[in-house]
């Protein structure tokens, strides 16, 4: 305590005789030289710390504005990446529209584009809710395809939405041919989400890669409406029937828009000659 009492007295003593010194113009004192050297040092300490305190109040703020701008930056960034995305997700969205016009001039049908709104969550269904309904004309029993091909079917239909049953259910059944041979069995639903092709005799060619088509036979799909190509043939030792596996051309998995035929004739041909 009497150590800081005297630096202090020191420092007094020291203002005053400077003080004194640079008023009268005289030359200092040997008592003058004497203070000046003991307090020099806790001068210089004082003065120090003023400017390394002074520096790191200058830094505070200084990263405090660029912490800020740095957030400012960052939510223009997220804005701009926001609104990029928005545009290509809206440049892909008129990509499929473009497809589903381009598919629906080549129809002689009627047909009503929808959206995809809904997806059955359980493991025993493959179906789907679209934004169509009563009001938009589409009534149970009508086929719903794509460009890719045949979709699946209306099954229950509201005033404003429609269930559709993909074509991958195991209750599905398409009376379908192979676009090369002719040869002609019923596509129904696999339970690995694939599609199987039954009831081809086993005297009928049919290979990996052939198209198979409907055939309009049973009075729902039109005629010559792709489902799917030819993945493997199985032929049992024995039976009259071969089993055919068929990978679907629609992609399921990423299926968002669809046409639902609504004025379908059942006697003619899908497409125009």
């Known amino acids: 305590m009497m150590m800081i009492v005297g630096a202090i007295v020191l420092i007094a003593v020291n203002v005053i005789v400077l003080s004194t010194n640079s008023k009268t113009k005289t030359p200092v004192t040997p008592i003058g030289k004497i203070v000046i050297t003991v307090i020099s040092p806790f001068q210089e300490f004082v003065v120090n710390s003023i400017h390394y305190f002074q520096d790191i109040w200058r830094h505070y703020f200084y990263l405090v504005t660029v912490s800020k701008q740095n957030d400012r930056l960052r939510k223009r960034l997220e804005a701009v990446v926001e609104k990029n995305n928005a545009l290509k997700e809206m440049e892909l969205s008129h990509e499929r529209m473009r497809s589903l016009l381009d ?3 080549t129809l002689k049908q009627q047909v009503v584009a929808a959206e995809v709104v809904g997806k059955d969550p359980s493991a025993w269904f493959k179906t789907v809710i679209i934004n169509k309904g009563k009001q938009d004309g589409v009534n149970r029993g009508m086929p719903v395809v794509t460009p890719a091909g045949i979709a699946g079917l209306v099954t229950d ?30 596509v129904k639903g696999d339970p690995s989400g694939g599609l199987i092709l039954e009831y081809i005799l086993r005297r009928h060619d049919i290979n990996r890669g052939d198209v198979i088509i409907s055939s309009g036979l049973d009075n729902v799909f039109p005629k010559g409406l792709r489902i799917g190509y030819v993945q493997d043939v199985i032929k049992p030792n024995a039976g ?34």
């Open 103 to 105: 598919f629906q001039a």
């Open 240 to 273: 009259i029937f071969q089993q055919v596996l068929v990978r679907p051309y629609v992609d399921f998995e990423r299926l968002e828009e669809v046409l639902v035929v609504l004025n379908h004739p059942k006697e003619q041909d899908v497409f125009e000659p």
């Open 157 to 186: 239909v509201s005033h404003d939405f429609s269930k559709v049953l993909l074509v991958i259910d195991q209750n599905s059944a398409v009376d379908a041919l192979g676009q090369a041979t002719r040869a002609r069995g019923i």
